[in-house]
């Protein structure tokens, strides 16, 4: 029974690789809005950059209180011939898609309302989003239990992610270099990633199994969503996240500002520092797996996201310096690739927490926090360089004064480095999910599922498992 049970929980190669696509379609949503969002506002719609910070303020506060009430609504959700989660991936991955094109060309389509067009559908990537986002990111504990095949779904997740913004990366800045930072540049940059997301996702999600079943069939009730959210292990996993969330967001959204500006418009070292970055991504995501049976995901993830933010400042010994750009690039990296990997493993780890403590399963509630946690990065993130630049006289398309310059580097540089340390300190701190921890977790379910596999009214072992 347990070589069966081994099966059942082994993913094949083609399942992996469609995982693999479905996490690399998410990637341009955000990616593009991290990076070109703000610009294309200011520089593109005609934008006052404090309006836009503004906006983005407001959405986070209300993705507080509406991604919390998304997860619950999914998880809640009947289950269908396809599964629990994949049938709401693909309707949400087409309406996401269709308020996307609006998100940027409803602006420039309609000047007269630009304002209000943007404050709506702004806002409306906040539910499309969580539609394609929570039940994507509540796969992983629903693939399997097996902690070797998470390990490796997290992997691909991880390496899914730094190849979509690898890929978003270096194509992006070269079609805005060759356009000029043209509307037509980012029609065709749009447009093909819309493309990209609606192919990815709805192939990916057509190819993955959900196996994992509850143990009870009973669901959490809404009450139950902010205790669930607020165990220690939950808590600060996700406190870390957003804090690593927030300084990728801000350094994001402030590169093609340094380069224009501080650079003199060299959009083409964004490309490279984009490879650079994804290398040492790739080396930190090889490098994590190895360290982290001698020291553990929590010592790992934290360290990761507190050498990005060190080798940031570093930066600072020589501002416009491009050799020292690309090392200090490489490096902060590999310490974001390495926590970028563990913290899919970690998420699941998370799920399986709440089902030993409160006997229900609670994948997309975790999931619906993750996609908090990405657009609250994404938000604030973006808002602060908003803000920044409205203070320091920022003018669009000018030379900018040396008050100005100082205010795109410190957005850059500084920001991003205190905010990413800062996370590492705080999961060190407060999470205490240990190995030892986990192997009793996982052990206690597993128990259950056989005590529920041998009662007369329970059916096959696929349905336990």
Avoid at 185 to 203: E, P, R
Wanted: glycine share 12%; charged share 15%.
């Amino acid at each position: 029974m347990m070589n069966r049970k081994e099966d059942l929980n082994r993913i094949p190669l083609g399942e992996k690789v469609a995982f693999g696509l479905a996490n690399m379609g998410n990637i341009p949503v955000m990616s593009l809005i991290g990076s070109f969002l703000l610009i294309f506002y200011t520089d593109i719609a005609g934008i006052n950059p404090a309006a836009v910070a503004t906006l983005f303020i407001i959405s986070r506060v209300l993705d507080g209180v509406n991604d919390p009430v998304m997860g619950f609504i999914i998880d809640h959700l009947p289950k269908t011939k396809m599964g629990r989660f994949r049938p709401y991936l693909i309707i949400g991955v087409i309406l996401c898609a269709i308020n996307y094109l609006l998100l940027w060309f409803g602006p420039i389509m309609f000047p007269g309302i630009k304002l209000v067009i943007v404050y709506v559908t702004y806002l409306l990537i906040g539910l499309t989003f969580d539609l394609m986002d929570i039940p994507l990111n509540s796969m992983i504990p629903v693939m399997t239990d097996d902690e070797k095949e998470r390990g490796s779904l997290s992997t691909i997740k991880g390496a899914s992610y730094m190849v979509g913004a690898l890929t978003v990366g270096i194509i992006a800045p070269m079609i805005l270099a060759a356009t000029g930072g043209s509307l037509s540049g980012y029609i065709l940059l749009v447009g093909g990633a819309v493309a990209v997301v609606l192919t990815f996702s709805i192939i990916g999600a057509l190819g993955l199994k959900e196996r994992v079943q509850p143990i009870s069939e009973e669901k959490y009730k809404l009450s139950d969503v902010i205790p669930i959210l607020t165990e220690r292990p939950v808590l600060f996993t996700f406190m870390a996240s957003l804090f690593m969330g927030v300084g990728g967001a801000v350094g994001s959204s402030s590169g093609i500002y340094f380069a224009t500006y501080v650079l003199d418009n060299k959009l083409e070292v964004m490309s490279m520092i984009s490879m650079c970055s994804m290398v040492g991504m790739f080396i930190g995501m090889f490098v994590a797996g190895r360290l982290t049976g001698r020291l553990g995901k929590k010592n790992v993830f934290a360290g990761g996201i507190i050498l990005a933010g060190m080798f940031s400042l570093i930066r600072l010994f020589s501002v416009t310096n491009i050799p020292l750009i690309y090392f200090c690039t490489l490096f902060a990296g590999m310490g974001t690739g390495g926590a970028m990997t563990l913290a899919y493993g970690i998420q699941a780890d998370n799920v399986d927490y709440i089902e030993f403590k409160r006997g229900t399963r609670a994948e997309g509630a975790l999931a619906s926090l993750n996609s908090f946690v990405i657009k609250a990065g994404q938000g604030f993130g973006g808002a602060i360089p908003g803000y920044i630049l409205a203070a320091t006289g920022y003018v669009a398309k000018q030379q900018q004064t040396s008050t100005a310059i100082t205010g795109i580097i410190f957005i850059a540089i500084v920001i991003p480095a205190i905010i990413n340390v800062l996370g590492g300190i705080i999961f060190t701190t407060g999470y205490s999910l240990d190995k030892n921890k986990l192997s009793e977790v996982m052990a206690s379910l597993r128990a259950r599922r056989e005590e529920k596999l041998k009662a007369p009214e329970n059916v096959s072992l696929e349905e336990v498992i």
